[in-house]
């Protein structure tokens, strides 16, 4: 089973403020990993699929890079609206998630 | 546009069943793969099975595997989850979600999820 380490578990950031979070693979992934936000008493979204490609209707400020096995999620800018839990997710079988970092806003 | 929605959670004694279902709209559902996932109250992402497009390729986690079924019932747009011999530790939010067509890839929407609660 492939294993994903996030980091870090949480980042209190106040508005404006660059968001970096990553995700390590414990074995090469090429670019199956794919990022979701889940806000409070929601059902996780879709942001980032195959490590960069934005999904439809991600505002700008959500990117992400990396292949193999070291990602990450750069939120520029963080909005209030940003304050949410953040999971990567590696699609080769099985499907395995990240631990989640948790985004609050100072 | 896209929607799913799970139904069939509630309280359960351990050992108990229950059966999930996902209602698919928007899409034809017999293009896609489908996964569930759950969350137990406070916790992190858990995947536990996905089905492919035609029915053929069925995958679970150790963690459920020989006590859950998937299945999926492409004209009535349908994908159920049968959970039987339920754990105190089944208890979460379960969640149904759209995989790929071609391969499993990411999970394009999610349902609002269904709670189940195994208890005495």
């Known amino acids: 089973e492939i294993v994903l380490t996030q980091s870090p578990d949480f980042q209190s950031v106040t508005p404006k403020e660059k968001v970096t979070i990553t995700c390590r693979a414990s074995?090469?992934?090429?670019?199956?990993l794919h990022w979701y936000q889940q806000k409070p008493d929601q059902s996780p979204k879709l942001l980032i699929k195959?490590?960069?490609q934005s999904f439809s209707g991600v505002p700008s400020r959500f990117s992400g890079s990396g292949s193999g096995t070291d990602f990450t999620l750069t939120i520029n800018s963080l909005e209030a609206e940003d304050a949410a839990t953040y999971y990567c997710?590696?699609?080769?079988?099985?499907?395995?998630f990240g631990g989640g970092t948790k985004v609050e806003i100072k | 546009q896209v929607q799913l929605v799970e139904s069939g959670g509630g309280l359960v004694k351990p050992g108990g069943s229950l059966r999930l279902s996902c209602a698919a709209s928007?899409?034809?559902?017999?293009?896609?793969?489908m996964s569930w996932i759950r969350q137990a109250p406070g916790k992190g992402l858990e995947w536990i099975s996905y089905?492919?497009?035609?029915?053929?390729?069925?995958y679970y986690a150790d963690s459920v595997r020989g006590r859950f079924t998937i299945s999926r019932d492409n004209a009535k747009n349908s994908l159920y989850l049968q959970m039987n011999s339920l754990r105190a530790e089944d208890t979460a939010f379960y969640y149904c979600?759209?995989?790929?067509?071609?391969?499993?890839?990411?999970?394009?929407?999610w349902g609002q999820g269904t709670l189940v609660s195994v208890s005495s």
């Open positions: 979600a759209r995989g790929g067509i071609a391969v499993h890839g990411y999970l394009d929407y």
């Open positions: 928007g899409f034809t559902l017999s293009d896609y793969y």
């Open positions: 089905i492919s497009s035609s029915g053929n390729t069925i």
């Open positions: 074995q090469s992934i090429g670019s199956s």
């Open positions: 195959y490590g960069s």
């Open positions: 997710h590696q699609s080769n079988w099985p499907l395995t």
